[in-house]
């Protein structure tokens, strides 16, 4: 039997209760008998006022509990969402889709949308959306086919854009990096964690995942030729040499997705190696495809010194670009040390077309910096 201490006469927690809205906590009688569970209705306010009569409470332990929930709750919708928390969002919004679209339980036209939400994020700083892409520090491997997807849409929108290419085009293009492993996502993931070289079996799942992905959106209802031809084609190279088919004629939007896909996955880390350089692997994208214009976009897009990579100053100063030049090759950069490369807290920004903040070259041993908050040398970003 509870004692008056651990009674709250139902009165005194009027403001937690709703007409119409199921109780939040169960309601007792002065004997202490039934009369409401939680998840019972209130009906209306003569409910309410007989309940009353009937000194009716509720547990103290339970009522406190709610209300704690409630000021979390309340806390969490007033405090604005930064850029960086939307991104967030929308990465765990995209693991409950594809989960869904694996499982044949939403159709797969809903990843429209959700490229438009993408596509609207990296609209409010694309800057940002590439640090993002590059600035991989927290090695959450079991997220990687995820953000791999995510992140090779965002290079392909702001490639395409670079190209000239029409929304409707893009939309196709994004949707296609998004699902292009639609098929392989576990795979992924396993391989992204493995210390140990590829099976005979996984390589066998990896040259078949373009056909595979392409049969499984089928069945969720996508007849985008575009789409499924990009992801069908995603892994050919022009003149052959590629796979699934050896194709010689390859679609200029496949080959873009191919770059991106290419160029994440060297940048990306894994646990059985460190990321590559992202300015190594812009140096290789150049070299493999010399002159050819969609390389070349794709260079021009994401800049020699991508947003999010680490880079050595002439001064000795240890910085991330944070931003990329309207033209040239100097990127703004936010301090992450001192002149000595020694780590500090406080963050300042240089702009390395200034010859005592030049670049003198990517940072060569970043152990000293294993994590850059983006919101440390962007600030607040209001989304």
């Given at each position: 039997m509870a004692t008056v201490s651990d009674r709250i006469a139902l009165p005194q927690v009027r403001d937690l209760l709703r007409v119409g809205h199921p109780l939040p906590f169960r309601v007792l009688d002065e004997q202490g008998r039934l009369l409401l569970n939680e998840g019972n209705i209130l009906i209306d306010d003569a409910q309410f006022e007989a309940l009353v009569e009937r000194g009716a409470w509720a547990e103290r332990a339970?009522?406190?509990?709610?209300?704690?929930?409630?000021?979390?709750?309340d806390k969490a919708a007033a405090t604005p969402q930064s850029l960086f928390d939307r991104w967030e969002r929308l990465l765990w919004q995209f693991d409950k889709l594809c989960r869904a679209l694996v499982r044949r339980e939403t159709p797969g036209?809903?990843?429209?949308?959700?490229f438009a939400a993408l596509q609207a994020l990296v609209d409010i700083d694309p800057d940002v959306?590439?640090?993002?892409c590059v600035r991989q520090d927290d090695r959450r491997f079991a997220l990687y086919p995820l953000m791999h997807s995510m992140h090779c849409?965002?290079?392909t929108l702001l490639t395409g854009r670079q190209l000239g290419w029409p929304e409707d085009k893009l939309s196709s293009l994004g949707c296609a990096a998004l699902t292009m492993n639609l098929a392989v996502l576990e795979l992924q993931a396993t391989m992204a964690e493995q210390d140990t070289p590829p099976t005979a079996k996984q390589l066998e799942l990896v040259r078949?995942?373009?056909n595979a992905s392409v049969q499984l959106l089928r069945t969720t209802g996508i007849d985008d030729e575009l789409w499924l031809s990009i992801v069908a084609q995603h892994h050919e190279q022009p003149g052959g040499g590629g796979y699934p088919a050896g194709l010689t004629d390859v679609l200029d939007t496949a080959q873009v997705l191919r770059a991106a896909d290419v160029f994440m996955a060297k940048i990306s880390p894994r646990a059985k190696r460190p990321p590559m350089a992202a300015q190594l692997a812009t140096?290789?994208?150049?070299?493999?495809?010399?002159?050819?214009p969609?390389?070349?976009?794709?260079?021009?897009t994401v800049g020699i010194h991508p947003p999010g990579t680490l880079l050595q100053l002439v001064n000795g100063e240890v910085c991330v670009a944070i931003r990329r030049p309207a033209k040239g090759t100097h990127p703004?950069?936010?301090?992450?040390?001192?002149?000595?490369?020694?780590?500090?807290g406080n963050t300042h920004r240089r702009d390395t077309s200034q010859p005592e903040f030049a670049v003198q070259g990517p940072l060569q041993d970043s152990k000293a910096f294993p994590r850059v908050l983006p919101e440390r040398v962007y600030g607040w970003i209001a989304a």
């Open positions: 339970l009522v406190e509990a709610e209300r704690v929930a409630r000021a979390a709750a036209s809903a990843v429209r949308p959700f959306a590439l640090f993002l849409a965002v290079v078949a995942h373009p140096r290789q994208l150049f070299q493999q495809r010399p002159g050819d969609l390389a070349m976009a794709m260079i021009k703004l950069v936010a301090t992450l040390s001192d002149r000595n490369g020694k780590p500090i």
